[in-house]
């Protein structure tokens, strides 16, 4: 295989690890919100219920706002050390499987000349580069887990003003709130917060993944011939990120992931040694290379890939689909981008189920 192309399937597949990398860190944040929110609910039933007909009132629920709002505050520091403590040995990580893919594709004679940077350099570069393409709070970091938290804060903050004009009971409000346990607390205002944090953590992952490579492409200017975006293409790929697949920009320049919040969009290198030198820019910024390397889609790529890797990426009835049942990945997904479950997928796709053996 050209060593261009072996690059480029090693960087899927890592990709594909790093989702589930990605997937970690997010049980762990939310875990940490979770403690939190039960913290909250316990201020909340501190509140003497028998002071609810009281000119008392309304100065017991302004002293535990401000009790509120200091948990709140404990948190979001709580909140920005863990993401650091997740996300540093992310940039670390990203040197070392650069290093050692060069190694594997190109040999250790070429490895030889790849100039490797120190890991301490590397996670403390990733870290302080700005999210690129993004919404605007979400620039750095810092600013964005304080956006993160103002908007949480404010959350609680107007419901239970609110349920003190209506008259709500302590009880209601948390539900409000929180949600019930009955629903997984996936109905209470909190929700809303809950989703914007999980989307933040797998962005901050992706970043801090993609700025440790880049950094470690800039500093080999003189083996790259360019930095090719590599999307992951299934129902759930933006417009953005299946528009900048497979195209070839400048090591400098030139769009890199994330795109947009939760982006799970990739980069990898192209090697001058294979592809030669560059002949042309097109209008988007892009580059066309003597000798571009061959490239396939994450949809014609998963296809190539031995039945148990798509079985441990798809799951065993969904990589039954997938190929013997000729599904595409799109169909495994919503309109809004949410995967489908088998039930789902029966009563859309029973064709598919047929061919794969799947009919019951």
């Known amino acids: 295989m050209p060593i261009n192309k072996d690059l480029q399937d090693s960087a899927i597949r890592h990709q594909i690890f790093m989702s589930r990398v990605s997937t970690g860190v997010r049980n762990r944040m939310l875990a940490l919100l979770n403690r939190s929110e039960a913290e909250l609910v316990r ?47 992310i940039a670390v990580n990203e040197h070392n499987f650069t290093r050692k893919q060069l190694i594997e594709a190109a040999g250790k004679s070429f490895a030889k000349g790849f100039d ?27 600013e ?33 709130i929180r949600g019930t346990r009955a629903q997984n607390f996936t109905d209470g205002i909190l929700e809303i917060n809950r989703r914007s944090a999980e989307t933040m953590v797998r962005t901050a992952v992706n970043h801090t993944a993609n700025a440790a490579r880049q950094i470690m492409f800039e500093e080999n200017e003189d083996l790259i011939a360019g930095i090719q975006y590599v999307a992951i293409l299934d129902g759930r790929t933006t417009a953005r990120c299946r528009g900048l697949d497979g195209k070839i920009y400048p ?9 947009h919040p939760a982006c799970r969009s990739t980069t990898v290198e192209v090697l001058k040694s294979e592809a030669g030198p560059v002949i042309g820019k097109n209008r988007d910024g892009s580059i066309r290379l003597k000798n571009p390397p061959e490239y396939e889609s994450y949809n014609d790529w998963l296809k190539t890939q031995p039945k148990e890797f798509v079985e441990d ?26 995967e489908l479950t088998l039930d789902q997928l029966r009563v859309k796709e029973n064709e598919a189920f047929k061919a794969a053996g799947l009919t019951e």
């Open 251 to 259: 090591i400098r320049s030139g769009p890199r992931p994330p795109q």
């Open 116 to 142: 490797f940077v120190s890991p301490a350099r590397v996670q403390a570069a990733a870290m302080s580069r700005p999210f690129q393409s993004v919404h605007l709070k979400w620039a750095i970091e810092g």
């Open 43 to 89: 201020t909340m039933n501190a509140l003497d219920p028998d002071l609810v007909s009281t000119r008392f009132k309304a100065a017991r629920i302004e002293r535990m706002l401000r009790d509120i709002r200091d948990q709140q505050f404990q948190l979001r520091g709580e909140f920005k050390r863990m993401l650091r403590g997740e996300t540093g040995p």
């Open 313 to 338: 990426v798809l799951g065993k009835q969904k990589a039954a689909l997938y190929l013997d049942g000729k599904l595409p990945l799109d169909k495994f997904t919503d309109s809004k981008g949410m």
């Open 144 to 176: 964005h887990v304080d956006e993160l938290f103002r908007r949480r804060l404010g959350l609680v903050r107007d419901e239970i003003r609110r349920g003190f004009v209506e008259g709500a009971s302590t009880p209601e409000l948390v539900r409000r």
